[in-house]
């Protein structure tokens, strides 16, 4: 790879890049840090940057406002985001609705700050019907739909397995390899696909930025190499000079085989479950969404491994501040169906007044002169709970409250609760973010946490079988 030999133009498109800190992300910026004017975001605040030509935003990608920040200036912003570790103590919310907070959060700060294309690095699709897709491919398709639903261009680049130094898929391959002398293959090893060498990945994303004629477009890439993740195992062990007897066997359970990955992959549950659960599909490139906007030397498979084992160069990463952050907090996302297409406004206002509803002998719930919404248990003249409405960032497909009071919370200034309209209204999500609870820890976690998510499954319920 000699892509750190870019031309420097006179014009320097401002490139902000969400998971700079992430295999592709890194890579992007070794290779390319002198052609463009690179910002990468970070959660946490750079200490010590190695390169001196890009620029380090820290950013809360679960706040729109911090988002909307950290892209003033920018032309075109790479995403690279996929299920982020939480950044809080608990957090009660599934990887998809996860995603989806985070990719509406993008695409809205995004559109405020006029920023012309997204470039979504996501996964390949199977061919057939979308019904019974797995929930990782599902979700991956849903970023692609929030990210391109206001008006920066999006550019979904769907991948396979991509391949190279350092990469988390491909090291998950190299690790089963190296600590298995029989590899007793479960059925899905006999997949097809099409993976791709990090080298081609980059050239890929280069080739989109600011190219007009991917706007709005889904491009699938991966070399022309059609193989089997079982060959692919073989492959890798031909290179590392390993003598393995591969093999498949008809029955090997779901769970089973995220066991097996897991343990002598040597990775995280996060990574080994979406990628198992989507290896039923046959993911290869489809003609008419292959990319054809340059003419490119795809490397093999093979080459590829070899690249991989054998090089010698590393990106050099920043050091980071520690996170300052309150212990215990709390962060929790809830996605509800809203067939009726009801606006985020009308549903926040409906829950603060369904709520003391459905507690009718235990809760009242008063708007206060000065906006304040309080929630009191009927004998107690003391609030519970007290939100503030953020009036200057509410709109009609979110509203936001500040978590301003109340015997339950433990700081006033820190959370807030929302309610947002999703992919045209279809959802509404509904989230706490850093939450500070009163109670002591282990309480909160077996009385108020799941009394919250119940009382949210049953908002849930009613939402979805109201009629006009």
């Known amino acids: 790879m000699s892509k750190t030999d870019q031309p420097i133009s006179v014009h320097k498109p401002t490139i902000a ?147 190279g ?46 190219n007009e004629n991917v706007y709005g477009k889904a491009i699938e890439i991966g070399s022309p190499e059609v193989i089997s993740y079982r060959k692919m195992l073989e492959l890798t062990a031909k290179s590392m000079g390993k003598k393995r007897l591969v093999f498949s066997v008809p029955v090997f359970s779901l769970g089973l085989s995220k066991l097996w990955v897991g343990f002598f992959g040597e990775s995280p549950p996060q990574l080994v479950s979406p990628l198992v659960e989507s290896l039923k599909h046959t993911l290869t490139v489809s003609d008419e969404l292959r990319f054809n906007e340059k003419q490119i030397d795809y490397l093999s498979y093979e080459e590829s491994v070899k690249y991989a084992l054998q090089s010698d160069v590393k990106p050099e990463q920043p050091t980071f501040h520690p996170q300052k952050k309150e212990k215990n ?47 009191r248990l009927l004998w107690s003249k003391k609030p519970m709970l007290q939100l503030t409405m953020i009036h200057d960032r509410s709109e009609e497909s979110r509203q936001l409250f500040y978590i301003s009071g109340g015997w339950l919370v433990k700081r006033f200034d820190y959370g807030w609760l929302e309610f947002r309209g999703v992919l045209e209204n279809k959802y509404i999500i509904t989230a706490i973010h850093e939450f500070v609870p009163r109670l002591p820890w282990f309480i909160y976690v077996s009385t108020q946490a799941k009394i919250h998510l119940w009382v949210m499954s049953r908002f849930k319920k009613y939402l979805a079988n109201r009629v006009i």
Not at 110 to 132: F, R, T, W
Not at 178 to 207: A, F, G, Y
Not at 339 to 366: C, M, Q
């Open 17 to 163: 890049i969400a998971g700079a800190g992430g295999y592709v992300g890194r890579w992007f910026i070794y290779h390319f840090r002198h052609k463009y004017k690179i910002i990468a975001l970070s959660r946490k605040k750079v200490k010590q940057n190695p390169y001196p030509e890009v620029t380090w935003r820290q950013v809360e990608l679960y706040s729109i406002s911090s988002t909307t920040e950290a892209l003033k200036g920018v032309d075109v912003a790479i995403y690279l985001v996929h299920s982020m570790n939480a950044s809080t103590r608990l957090n009660q919310g599934s990887f998809e609705d996860t995603d989806l907070l985070l990719s509406d959060n993008f695409s809205r700060a995004a559109h405020l700050n006029q920023v012309s294309q997204i470039i979504y690095l996501g996964g390949l699709l199977p061919k057939e019907s979308k019904v019974g897709l797995s929930r990782h491919l599902s979700s991956r398709l849903e970023v692609e739909k929030t990210l391109g639903s206001r008006s920066a261009s999006l550019t979904a680049i769907r991948a396979s397995i991509i391949v």
């Open 165 to 210: 130094p350092g990469g988390s898929s491909f090291d998950m391959i190299k690790n089963l390899v190296n600590n298995l002398p029989v590899l007793m293959c479960p059925k899905w090893t006999e997949s097809l696909t099409q993976p791709i060498s990090l080298r081609d990945t980059l050239d890929i994303i280069d080739t989109c930025i600011h």
């Open 329 to 375: 907090t709390v962060r929790s996302i809830q996605r509800m169906a809203n067939p009726l297409g009801d606006s985020a406004t009308w549903v926040a206002h409906r829950y603060n007044t369904w709520l003391p509803t459905f507690f009718k002998f235990w809760i009242n719930g008063e708007r206060m002169e000065s906006g304040e919404i309080v929630f």
